[in-house]
Each structure stands twice: as structure tokens, then as C-alpha cells.
């Protein structure tokens, strides 16, 4: 190929970008989540104090996730059943989405949700139905992983459509979907109050 | 090798490691993923906090954090090891913290120039040990002794490469990893992906100074303490 016709301009040092390249596998993608106490400790050191910054939690509340509901595994959970939208849109792992057990304000809510990989990149495809709305919060989707520690929020439920799972993040390790009602305090962590949960299987 | 961060191998959709009875009891509140889903693609979120961070007081502090924790832990884990990566990892923050106002944007990526910090921890931490890093060719030889900083150097570009295709589409990621690794033109991509020429061009041209940007952050040399 003709330097003319290379990808990239002369301000981008490609043999730079090409000698890295050609050494990348795929542990560099990979990305493990700090201590959960690392934060307090960088802005203890730091002399600078933690709960006063907006995003991080003012209060430290314990997350009780739908007491009422101990057993995942009487959830709707669809098996076996991969569907190809195409080479580049599959379908890996989906559930039905159900409130047993959960809050009674998501008692008319249902809905199914799928783990979609698009390229080499994940999405959430929700569809929930009856989603309640209270004064002064909002709808939270989340993903969960099997041992109930941990968490990926991927933001305020937006309508049902596609939710980006961030990159890095393994969606095998985190298969419990679930849909929560979240207070407008600043607490960013999950209240406790889900309205839909499902496990996302292939 | 693969520019893919999963596509190998597969995931696996473990059913049988919840065969049994999950208790929804407690959890943890975690929820360090928060401004990453918030800013993934190129959306402003990665440029508006670069731009506002060496004047964005302690919140810019905590965004950056959310945002690099996880790649700056991860490196330190991956070149001191376990016992030592959380450390590590601290000090980083806490010297770019306290160092908050010497960043420039105009010299390449936030996550660059943190990861130009933790390279100088990670490499004063294994000179102060006089061991080599833990990176792939010593995995198992912790005491190696002797110190190879372009060792450390090559995970940092490594992880910062991954991490600047993360932020691509993946459209625009397969466009790049065709360029790269098998050398195609224009032309020969846009005939393998049945994209249309202008369109792989434009990948082509967005993406690479978005690489370049974010691997400059590492050569700005992070902090002079």
C-alpha cells in the first residue's frame, strides 16, 4: 500500500502506534476493580475530604436487595436459546424480567432483557413494561454479579432500547439484570428497591 | 493476537454456577462503573473532563478516579502484584491530586498522564525493591533482580492502547485493527467490511488521533516530584 493510502495523518507517529499494537493481547483489555476502601484511603492521604465530593456515597448504607426474594433461580430464566440477529448482532444470553418477590411498586412491571454483542462489544437490550414512577427518583438499570457484590450501574433507565456495558467489563461475570427505583438523594448506591430482576442465560 | 477485549475466548454463561440457591441478602455498594457508562464512546465526557481537570477541584479528582481507578489498579497489579498494586495505586491519586493543577490537555490524555504517574511509582517501588515488574515475561520470577523499565513502559502503552480502542466504536475499532495488523488500504478495508470508502476513511481518521492523544499523555512524563 502506498503512504498515501496508509490510514492516518502525518501528525500520528503510526510506527509508534504499529509497534504497540503488534505486542496488545487481550489482558490489556482486562480490568480489575480496585478495593472498594481505595477511595477513602487516596482522600485520606490526600488531607482532602471524601464525602463532601458530590459523586461519592455521603453515607455508607447497607444494600438490602429484595429480602423477600432469596432464590434467583425461581426466576424466568430462558435457556438454551441463542438468536442470531446476523454475524455481528448476537443475541448471548437473555431473561425474562419479573417482580417475584420484589418491591410492590413494580407489582404490574415485567418485562425481558437481553446480553447482545455487537462487534466485540456488549449491550443490554431491556424491555420492561409498567415501569412505576415516584416523586423525587428515577429508574436505575443495573448488572449484578452471581455473588450479589458486585455491581455495574449502566445509568438511569432511558426507555427500553440499548444500554451500553462498558468496556472491560465481562457480562458473564456480572448476569443478574436488574431494574430499580432509586431516590434523588445523591446516594449512588443501590437502594434496595427493585421493581424487575432477572438472571441473563444463554 | 487479538485488538478485541473479548473475543477470546467466549464468555461463558456459567447457568450451572447458579444452579443453586443465589440469596439476595446483601451486597455491596459499589458502584465505581458509574461515570465510565456515562462516558464510554467519545462522547464529551472524556475531552470536558480532560479539558476542566487541572482546575476542577476535588470533584474533577473523583471523576478521573472513577473513570482510570480500575486501569491504574489494574496496572499495578499487573507490574508489582497483588500485594502491592493497591498502594501503589493510592499514591498515584494521591499525587495527582495533589498535583492536579500541572496536567495539560493540550499534551495528550488524563488517563495517559495517570498512567505517566503510576509508571513512576510502579518504577521507583521495584528500584527501592531491586526487583523486576511482574509483567508477562516475568510472571513467575518476582525477584528476578535487576529492573527493566521498558518492560513497565510497554504494559502502560499496551493497556493505554486497549483502553483508547475501548473508546472507539466497534465499527471504527475493526476499521483500526485492519489497518494495524493487517495492513490493509482504505480500500482493501472498506471491500472486507462492505463499508463504504468515505466511511472507513473517516474511521480511520477520527480514531488514529484519538490513539496518538491518548498514548501521549504517557510520553508527557506524569509528575516531576
Known amino acids: 500500500m502506498n503512504d498515501n493510502q496508509r490510514p492516518g495523518g502525518a501528525e500520528v507517529d503510526l510506527a509508534h502506534l504499529r509497534a504497540i499494537a503488534g505486542h496488545v493481547t487481550d489482558d490489556d ?11 477513602s484511603a487516596i482522600a485520606a492521604n490526600a488531607g482532602r475530604p471524601a464525602n463532601n465530593i458530590a459523586v461519592v456515597p455521603r453515607t455508607r448504607r447497607r444494600v438490602w436487595l429484595g429480602v423477600a426474594a432469596v432464590v434467583v433461580t425461581g426466576l424466568g430464566i430462558a435457556g438454551g436459546l441463542v438468536v442470531s440477529r446476523g454475524a455481528r448482532d448476537d443475541v448471548i444470553a437473555e431473561t425474562a424480567l419479573s417482580n417475584e418477590g420484589l418491591s410492590p411498586l413494580g407489582s404490574a412491571s415485567s418485562g425481558k432483557a437481553e446480553i447482545i454483542r455487537r462487534g466485540t462489544s456488549y449491550v443490554l437490550h431491556l424491555d420492561v413494561s409498567r415501569v412505576p414512577s415516584e416523586p423525587a427518583s428515577y429508574v436505575e438499570v443495573w448488572l449484578i454479579d452471581r455473588q450479589v457484590k458486585g455491581m455495574i450501574s ?18 458473564a461475570k456480572f448476569p443478574i439484570v436488574d431494574v430499580s427505583i432509586e431516590p434523588s438523594d445523591g446516594v449512588p448506591t443501590h437502594s434496595g428497591v427493585s421493581i424487575v430482576r432477572g438472571v441473563a442465560a444463554a | 493476537m487479538t485488538l478485541s477485549p473479548h473475543a477470546s475466548p467466549a464468555p461463558t454463561w456459567a447457568g450451572d454456577a447458579l444452579d443453586g440457591a443465589v440469596r439476595w441478602s446483601t451486597c455491596t455498594d459499589r458502584r465505581y462503573s458509574r461515570s465510565v457508562v456515562d462516558d464510554v464512546g467519545e462522547t464529551p465526557g472524556r475531552s470536558g ?12 479528582v473523583r471523576l478521573a478516579y472513577d473513570r482510570y481507578g ?4 489494574t496496572f499495578c497489579r499487573r507490574t508489582v502484584g497483588h500485594h502491592d498494586a493497591a498502594e501503589i495505586a493510592q499514591d498515584v491519586f494521591v499525587a495527582a491530586w495533589r498535583a492536579q493543577q500541572s496536567y ?5 490524555s488524563l488517563g495517559g498522564w495517570l498512567m505517566a504517574v503510576a509508571r513512576n511509582k510502579v518504577i521507583d517501588h521495584l ?3 531491586g526487583r523486576r515488574p511482574l509483567t508477562d515475561a516475568y510472571a513467575d520470577s ?18 493505554l492502547l486497549a483502553e483508547a480502542l475501548g473508546e472507539l466504536t466497534p465499527r471504527a475499532r475493526e476499521v483500526v485493527e485492519l489497518a494495524f495488523l493487517q495492513d490493509l488500504t482504505h480500500e482493501q478495508i472498506a471491500a472486507k467490511t462492505h463499508l463504504p470508502l468515505g466511511t472507513v476513511k473517516s474511521d480511520v481518521r477520527r480514531s488514529l488521533p484519538l490513539l496518538h492523544r491518548t498514548l501521549a499523555g504517557l510520553s508527557s512524563g506524569g509528575i516531576h516530584e
Open chain 1, 29 to 39: 483489555f482486562e480490568r480489575d476493580v480496585p478495593p472498594a476502601s481505595m477511595w
Open chain 2, 104 to 108: 495539560d490537555p493540550g499534551r495528550g
Open chain 2, 49 to 60: 473532563l480532560e479539558a476542566s481537570f487541572a482546575n476542577g477541584g476535588d470533584r474533577a
Open chain 2, 142 to 159: 518476582a525477584s528476578i533482580p535487576g529492573l527493566r523499565n521498558d518492560d513497565v513502559d510497554m504494559v502502560a502503552n499496551r493497556m
Open chain 2, 70 to 73: 480500575s486501569l491504574v489498579y
Open chain 1, 154 to 171: 449502566l445509568g438511569p433507565y432511558h426507555g427500553n432500547g440499548d444500554y451500553v456495558i462498558p468496556s472491560g467489563v465481562d457480562p
Open chain 2, 127 to 129: 528500584r527501592r525493591q
